[in-house]
């Protein structure tokens, strides 16, 4: 089951109510402006085994809440300019090298991403 979004123009933040499409395992957000930090309630979504969100204007940290996508493959959330430098903030979580089927990770164009590459992502 998918869900693909990508190559709009859709602007504001993703809804709270994403968490209701609790069987998908394929979602596409990419290439459109969406804001705002990344919803807790997209972890929710237990089946997911491919989430990209690149090229948008996300910002604030990944939370570590990310753990329950025990079954992602492919993450990808890239940053865009859109005219202005955007990205998401803080550290690369750790429990990224938790993610034992994670095949795929990009986070390029995360301009405010501090610190090192974390050691556990050498699990993968």
Known sequence: KEVDLS???????VPSAISNL????????SNNKLEGTIPSQLFALEKLVSLDMGENNFDGTLSSDILNLADLKLLKITGATHGRKVGITGTIPSELGLLTKLTQLELFDNPFLTGGIPMELGQL
């Open 22 to 29: 609790s069987s998908i395992e394929k979602l596409n957000l």
């Open 7 to 13: 190559d709009n123009y859709l602007t504001a933040t």
